[in-house]
């Protein structure tokens, strides 16, 4: 008998898109429309191998399935990479065809902003298709850059675990913060207001050194800030920074940080677990920015956003309390959530 090999994930559907016009070219992953459409912002980035592209699409599409999950938002995952052309191009342009692209998915999928996106694109993106977020915000009403809120979900994440679980405060702490863009430079000025201590990273040097001097923080260079002496390291750039070069190297208890898809494979979140460093799954710290944009695509307020980002860090805790009591890594008891959540959804769409 031939045996079927197990199917361990899998996406719904990736949709490829072109356009010879504008340049646009990438991928649209539709990880899940279980628990409602699939939802995840657009990232545009220089890739060197198309297989590269695909596969940070489709990692993403599942990380954010797993985010929108345990959020508990009305939302499935999904994710588009697009690669940003070499030379100059006409960003209207590019971003008016990756519209018209959404809208032909006839609201499987939502989009809003992530590396390389701004408010401007998604207002371009607005005039093709209604199925974007991250616009400018209405008064009263939920909108605008998601960056705020992951900063002030990761934030209360790390100080509500290190204070309930590592026994320590951030006023005093040493912070390492690998990339300050808009998520990181959020997390550095909310750290800097608590009284922790900065060591910053960035591939921008000019903005690395901008933040510096505002919150007098110590710049390193960007190989190095992983390894800093430091109580907590925050991720805020792009994926895969704690891999088996990395992981050895940490010199922080915790590491809780915005950056999507931290760990360079499952086997880095038990490396992790086996050094005895804390691990906060980046999808659950990080879901500020998708609360906003669900928020604001089903029309509801800003206090909404703010009661369900403040619910991150003690569902952070939990998580973490439930990993060590079974002596497993925080990523694999925040997967088996998410799992369990989805499953249970699709069995009751069945029923
Ligand atoms: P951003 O583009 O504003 O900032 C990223 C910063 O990282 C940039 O300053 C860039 O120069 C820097 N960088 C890139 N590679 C680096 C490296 N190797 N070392 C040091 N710095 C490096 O992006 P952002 O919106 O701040 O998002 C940061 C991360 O957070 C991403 O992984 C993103 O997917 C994730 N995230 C963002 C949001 C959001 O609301 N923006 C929500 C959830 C997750």
């Not at 895969?240 to 809780?256: E, H």
């Amino acid at each position: 008998m031939v045996r079927s090999p197990k199917v361990v994930d899998m996406q719904e559907c990736l949709h490829v898109v072109s356009d010879d016009e504008t340049g646009l070219t990438g991928v649209i992953a539709i990880h899940s429309t279980v628990l409602g459409p699939a939802a995840g912002g657009c990232r545009f980035w220089h890739y060197d191998a198309h297989c590269d592209l695909v596969a940070d699409a489709m990692r993403l599409a599942r990380g954010m399935s797993y985010k929108n999950a345990l959020a508990g938002l009305p939302l499935g995952g999904g994710k588009a990479v697009l690669q940003r052309p070499k030379g100059t191009f006409d960003r209207e342009a590019y971003f008016k065809a990756f519209g018209r692209a959404i809208e032909a998915l006839k609201g499987a999928y939502v989009t809003a902003e992530d590396v390389g996106t701004n408010v401007g694109d998604m207002h371009t993106v607005r005039q093709e298709t209604k199925h974007v977020a991250g616009l400018t915000a209405q008064p009263g009403m939920a909108g605008g850059d998601p960056s705020p809120w992951t900063a002030l979900g990761v934030f209360e994440s790390m100080k509500a675990a290190t204070r309930e679980l590592l026994g320590f405060d951030l006023s005093g702490a040493t912070v390492a913060v690998q990339g300050v863009g808009n998520v990181g430079a959020g997390l550095c000025r909310r750290l800097h207001h608590e009284g922790a201590k900065l060591v910053i990273a960035d591939l921008d040097e000019a903005r690395a050194a901008a933040l510096a001097k505002e919150l007098n923080a110590k710049v390193v260079g960007i190989d190095e800030i992983a390894a800093v002496e430091a109580e907590v390291f925050a991720p805020c750039a792009l994926g895969g920074i704690l891999n088996a070069d990395t992981i050895p190297k940490l010199r922080a208890r915790f590491v809780c940080g915005g950056a999507n898809n931290q760990l360079a494979s499952d086997a880095d979140g038990k490396a992790m677990h086996n050094r005895g460093i804390l691990f906060a799954p980046d999808y659950v710290v990080n879901a500020g920015g998708i609360i906003n944009v669900s928020a604001e695509y089903f029309g509801e307020n800003s206090h909404q956003v703010r009661d369900r980002v403040v619910a991150i860090a003690p569902r952070l805790v939990s998580i973490l309390r439930q990993a060590m009591d079974e002596s497993l890594s925080p990523a694999t008891v925040a997967d088996r959530s998410a799992q369990e959540l989805i499953a249970r959804a699709r069995r009751h769409e069945a029923a």
